[in-house]
T-cell receptor, first 111, second 114 residues
Framework: GQQLNQSPQSMFIQEGEDVSMNCTSS?????WLWYKQDPGEGPVLLIA?????ELTSNGRLTAQFGITRKDSFLNISASIPSDVGIYFC???????????FGTGTRLQVTL | NAGVTQTPKFRVLKTGQSMTLLCAQD?????MYWYRQDPGMGLRLIHY???????AKGEVPDGYNVSRLKKQNFLLGLESAAPSQTSVYFC?????????????FGSGTRLTVV
C-alpha cells in the first residue's frame, strides 16, 4: 500500500525555537492532513490542505501542500511546552477515504 | 458530549482469549474505522465501514473481525488473541461536509496480550 515517510523521526528543541517537519509519499495525494497526538489520546486535526501549493496557518502552525502533491510540510513557530507530542501527516485514499498515516515525528520541548 | 467513545480503555488478555472492543459515535457519521498503532509505525487501518451493515478489510485485517449492526456502533473482535496483537487501538468516524473532511478519533484502547 501507499506509504508516507516523515522526517525527522524525533526532535529535541528548546522553548521558543521554530520547528520544521515534512512528509513525503511515493504517490500523489489530493488532500493532506496534519494531526497531533498527545500521550494517551487519539490524534487531533491541526491543519487540512486541499490544493497543491496551498499554504495554511492555524495560530503558530503553518502547513504547505507541495506542488508535486507528493509532499507536505509543517512548521511550528516559537515552540512552547504544550507543543510536545507526536505529529502525523495523513492522506485519504480510496472510495471510503481511508486515512494513510505517516510514521510520525516526536517533538520534545525543553525549557 | 459529541464524539467517539471507546471501551474499554485498557485490557490485558492471555494468548488465545477473545474480546470485543466497542466504538460508539453520536455524530450520525456514516464512515467508521478501526486503526492500530504500534511504536514507530503510525496508525494502520484494520477494518472500516461505510454504513450500517457494511464492513471491509483494511491494511492489516488478519486476526480481527468487525460488525456494524447499528450506525452508531462499530465493534472490533479478536477471536483468539496473540502477542502480536498487543497494540493501541483507535476508532474513528468521519463526515464530509462543506468540502472538508471531519475525522474524529476516540482516545484509544491499550491492549496487552501475554
Amino acid at each position: 500500500g501507499q506509504q508516507l515517510n516523515q522526517s525527522p523521526q524525533s526532535m529535541f528543541i528548546q522553548e521558543g525555537e521554530d520547528v520544521s517537519m515534512n512528509c513525503t509519499s511515493s504517490s500523489i495525494f489530493n488532500t493532506w492532513l496534519w494531526y497531533k497526538q498527545d500521550p494517551g489520546e487519539g490524534p487531533v486535526l491541526l491543519i487540512a490542505l486541499y490544493k497543491a501549493g496551498e499554504l495554511t496557518s492555524n495560530g503558530r502552525l503553518t502547513a504547505q501542500f507541495g506542488i508535486t502533491r507528493k509532499d507536505s510540510f509543517l512548521n511550528i513557530s516559537a515552540s512552547i511546552p504544550s507543543d510536545v507530542g507526536i505529529y502525523f501527516c495523513a492522506g485519504p485514499t480510496g472510495t471510503a477515504s481511508k486515512l494513510t498515516f505517516g510514521t510520525g515525528t516526536r517533538l520534545q520541548v525543553t525549557l | 458530549n459529541a464524539g467517539v467513545t471507546q471501551t474499554p480503555k485498557f485490557r490485558v488478555l492471555k494468548t488465545g482469549q477473545s474480546m470485543t472492543l466497542l466504538c460508539a459515535q453520536d455524530m450520525n457519521h456514516e464512515y467508521m474505522y478501526w486503526y492500530r498503532q504500534d511504536p514507530g509505525m503510525g496508525l494502520r487501518l484494520i477494518h472500516y465501514s461505510v454504513g450500517e451493515g457494511t464492513t471491509a478489510k483494511g491494511e492489516v485485517p488478519d486476526g480481527y473481525n468487525v460488525s456494524r449492526l447499528k450506525k452508531q456502533n462499530f465493534l472490533l473482535g479478536l477471536e483468539s488473541a496473540a502477542p502480536s496483537q498487543t497494540s493501541v487501538y483507535f476508532c474513528a468516524s468521519r463526515t464530509w461536509t462543506g468540502g472538508y473532511y471531519g475525522y474524529t478519533f476516540g482516545s484509544g484502547t491499550r491492549l496487552t496480550v501475554v
